[in-house]
């Protein structure tokens, strides 16, 4: 019922490579007998529509067909990966999980059962409705993870549209809106799912090498790792025809130096949250931050320079938060942007940004300009409270090489002078050994970080 769809190009395609794992082509054929086998594995267990269960693992054939299988039973889905290892309890039990299925390294799986009660009353709308559901948590980089509840059946429907079938890697993790999305995309036409085990440069690069990938789904801080590893000039990258990044601003020096060295790739800004989803989009060109969003389903406005989404597929609310849409049903992102007609420059959030005497500062445009500097691996900008001036810039860094703290404080003074204005320039900068973006490859940018 759910699923017919996706069925419907399986059979099509059922001849054709769905998934790629562990060095082993799977057939759309397999996707159809795994699902199979996991609706009786299913009734064996007593798993009812309805039921929210966990998803724990990585994708592979077993995850992949587990999920379309709890799709079409009705179940309410809560996948989790390694990426949240530290919150893992905390996120079962915010979700209210009642099974947990585990899947290891070798694709089996393990069925596990909780003490929890679904008694929240966004869950039980769904189960009144019998309808399967999606409970994603953000990621919360700038404070609490917030726990999204989605119906499946407007998620889905964007899908029925036929589109272009590509091979494609998947680097978003699944718990994480872009990386579902891309499942389903490639799935509904019956395109390749590429997996990846580890996430860094070479082994990404390597895989598109050795599979043909076309579509590298991923984020502006694993494009800058790509850059600084230089890992592109150890393969082969001419199967790759498109790039998409979204879930941060890229900056505008990553972007230009990526485009000019591999100008025949075609790089497009995508914009989605875990809250409504993932829009269709178009940039203006391949080096430019300016970007369309849209598309069925979703409905754009801005409201004193904030973007605002109204969108079929949007979460029905959050499990641990009041609802953040306005009275006549519209997101509000915090997402603080400039318009140019048709085209839109996401400039980041709200929250982010700094506020020096009333002047404004946006932490992805200092990144910008000290990412351009030799030495710098990543830089992550934030605001601290200051008495006089409201708050002041400071910059965490992670060098390349070893540098003294007093002379990359120096030299990142002198490389900003006269690239940005004098109240934008870092007056504090502390040199950290940790990386600065998450298991997500998403910046980590917070006062202290």
Not at 71 to 93: G, H, N, Q, W, Y
Not at 175 to 197: P, W
Not at 218 to 232: C, D, G, H, K, R
Request: glycine share 6%.
């Amino acid at each position: 019922m759910f699923i017919d769809f996706l069925v419907d190009v399986f059979r099509e395609n059922s001849e054709k490579d769905a998934v790629i794992w562990h060095n082993k082509n799977y057939s759309y054929q397999m996707l159809i007998d795994k699902i199979d086998y996991w609706d009786e594995y299913l009734d064996q267990n007593h798993v009812n529509p309805g039921t929210v269960i966990i998803v724990e693992g990585d994708f592979s054939p077993s995850s992949i067909t587990l999920i379309l299988a709890l799709i079409e039973r009705s179940c309410i889905i809560v996948p989790l990966t390694v990426s949240i290892s530290a919150k893992r309890d905390e996120f079962i039990e915010i979700a209210q999980g009642e099974v947990i299925l585990a899947i290891d390294e070798n694709d089996q799986v393990r069925l596990l059962r909780s003490s929890n009660i679904t008694s929240h009353h966004l869950l039980r709308q769904l189960i009144d409705i019998g309808h399967p559901g999606l409970i994603l948590f953000s990621s919360g980089s700038t404070g609490k993870n917030k726990a999204a509840v989605h119906d499946l059946v407007g998620i889905l429907n964007k899908f029925k549209i036929r589109r272009i079938a590509r091979r494609a890697i998947t680097f978003l993790l699944y718990d994480h809106i872009g990386g579902f999305n891309t499942m389903l995309y490639q799935l509904s036409n019956g395109g390749c799912i590429v997996t990846a085990q580890e996430r860094d440069p070479d082994t990404v690069l390597q895989i598109i090498e050795k599979y043909k990938v076309e579509l590298l789904p991923t984020s502006p801080t694993f494009v800058n790792m790509i850059l600084l590893s230089e890992a592109y000039k150890r393969y082969d990258l001419s199967s790759l025809k498109m790039v998409t990044y979204g879930t941060e601003p890229m900056h505008e020096s990553t972007l230009r130096c990526f485009h000019e060295l591999f100008p025949s790739i075609q790089l497009l800004q995508t914009y989605g949250l875990s809250e409504i989803g993932i829009m269709r989009s178009k940039s203006l060109t391949s080096d430019s931050l300016w970007v369309k969003i849209g598309g069925e389903g979703f409905e754009t406005r801005v409201v004193d320079e904030i973007l605002q989404i109204k969108a079929e597929s949007a979460m029905l609310g959050y499990l641990n938060a009041p609802s953040p849409f306005t009275e006549d049903g519209w997101f509000n992102t915090g997402d603080r942007v400039e318009i140019s007609g048709e085209y839109l420059k996401i400039l980041g959030r709200q929250s982010e940004i700094i506020n020096i005497g009333g002047q404004k500062v946006y932490p992805a445009e200092i990144e910008s300009v000290i990412q351009e500097m030799e030495n710098i691996a990543e830089v992550s900008v934030y605001g601290e409270k200051n008495a006089i001036m409201g708050q002041i810039v400071c910059a965490s860094i992670r060098l390349r090489q070893k540098e003294e703290q007093k002379e990359i404080f120096h030299k990142i003074r002198k490389y900003c002078h006269g690239r940005l204005q004098k109240f934008q320039i870092p007056v504090k900068i502390k040199i950290v050994e940790n990386d600065l973006h998450s298991n997500r490859f998403k910046k980590m940018r917070r006062e202290g970080a």
